[in-house]
């Protein structure tokens, strides 16, 4: 069969979900479909996998509806104490200390917590209930590879390559973040229906980070090299390479090669040709390289062993990628600070740290006019009805400008402290000015300017946002905190202070639960707005986030960073789906023009890049 069609039928076979045997359990009760843990945050469902740490159910977070695994600590031979207390009594004559076994279990959480890839299970929460211990991660829907070759026997080369390869890549991220796996073998490699391999179970991690004496050797007879079963030698990267040439054995034989100490003592191993099974000699020159006994004879790398395979014929089901690169505007001299566009979708606004304002007409693609000012430009903002920009200039001045003809319609403020960030309301009342003192103004636009001041923050406040009800308005601060205030009251209601570096950015979600926002510390926190606390964290950007974007008709975000990235992430699942790198400098901001499905971005390099969205993407169906 021609690997492609083997990859698409394979896929199409997967399952919706599990049964777990009896024996699985090794006496272990789940808990009762319906229970509610944390406070009722989560209702657990029926129970669809387990392994020698836990049971793993189904779930639901209730907060959002998100459809989520949950898994509860719960290792073999220990028994919860009753219905109600799900403390564990150890089994009669156990040798091994429960609160270490409990530690390899945080410490997975904490590990799986540094990655954000597609190819390592995503994690959003661990906590005690009860006093059981439960780790919330994604809800995977597929197989593992265990299970494929249980029903499979053995797959194809080309198949079996790609699926290798796919692993490979997600050890190189592993490896360069000086973390070994310890127990990769089919039982711990996930095939999703949509054509992702999921590496599992970071327990065996643990070891490997803390290296303490005491701590148990996890280990697979036929995975395991020789050195996983020294206590007094540290595993290195080429232990994991070692599983992966046993995994690739298995994958094309149907059986895993025979263990490491009885290779040791003289147990030979059998080549694939020699078991039935058509192997190329570069992939059987390969295992021998992968599977020797000794270290130093192995690949030196991930990267050096995905050089060394062959590249299948063969890709995932054919999907339309999430945007296509346009051409780029340009015509700036110097770096772009902000994007604007009008409501209409007519007209982008551009300005550029020289103190430059350029007008590009989107129907024409083409730049309309320029404007030069004598002050740098810090911040500016479009009037909800298009008649006017407001533009925050150096020194604390804001001045009006008449979109339709750029002619100046006066100054608005002047004088110090200067405005670092500007906002119109969502109803065109008010303009809201942030001061570099942290101080806020709330300026009427139907008085003549006259205003109230929220005494904010205790740094420069870095960016507004308005609820999509207009009532909330979001403040990021440099002082490492986000505030959110009730425009009716002039109170504030809530202050999140989970970001250990500059808050550069906040955006509310289309609904308003949520506020997402971004900074020097390189992740996006959301927070509930209802509950006041973090509800989840994301990572992958490797430097400052600029700014956000909520796409709406999907619950899909973008973020830009001075990583010069920028990142599609889905807000159902929180976890990223695709990046794109744009310039050689940081972007810092973006708008989305509805009309031609068009993202623009801009920053150092000068550009305004645009990118095509795709259809499947603006639909939530990506």
Known sequence: MNPRSQLSD???????????GEEEKDGRTPLAVGTKIKNGDYVLGEMIGCGSFGLIYAATDTRIGQSLAIKEFYPNGYRRRSDTDWHLNPPENDRTNLSILQGQFEEEFRVLERFERPGIVKVYDLFADQGGLFLVMERLVGATLDEILSQHKM??????????????STLETIHLSGLVHGDIKPENLFLTRDGQLILLDFGAVNHYLTRAKVTPRFLTPGYAPPEQYQTKRNPDPASDLYAVGATLYELLTGDPPPDSMKRTQGAR???PNRRGVSVSAQTISVLGKTLALAQEKRPSSAHALLGLLPTPDIKPPDEEPPW?????????????RRLQLTSDGKFLASADKSGQLRLWSMDQKRCLGVIEFEKEIT????????????????GGQVDLIEFSTGRPMGTFRSGTPPVSAIAFSPDGQLLVCGLFDGRVELRDLEQRGKKKILRAHNAPVNHISFSPSGRLLALASNDRTTSIWDLRSGRRIRLFETHHRPVQVGKFSLSG???????????????????????RRLKGHEAMVWDLLYLETSDLLLSCSADRTVRLWDMTNFRELDQISLSDGWLCSMVFHQQTSTLLVAGVDKSIHRLLLCNRLLKGKI
Request: hydrophobic fraction near 50%; charge should be negative; charged fraction near 25%.
């Open 10 to 20: 394979l896929l199409a076979s997967l399952p919706d979900h599990r049964l777990v």
């Open 155 to 168: 797959l194809e080369e080309g198949l079996a390559l790609w699926l290798i390869r796919r692993l490979i």
């Open 269 to 271: 191993l059998p080549s």
């Open 324 to 336: 296509t690169e346009l051409d780029s505007w340009n015509g700036h001299q110097y770096a772009i």
């Open 379 to 394: 911040d500016m903002a479009i009037h909800p009805d298009d008649t006017y920009l407001a533009l925050a200039l150096a």
């Open 513 to 535: 639960r949520f506020l997402v926002t971004g900074g020097s510390d390189m992740s996006l926190r959301v927070f509930d707005v209802k509950r006041g606390d973090e509800f």
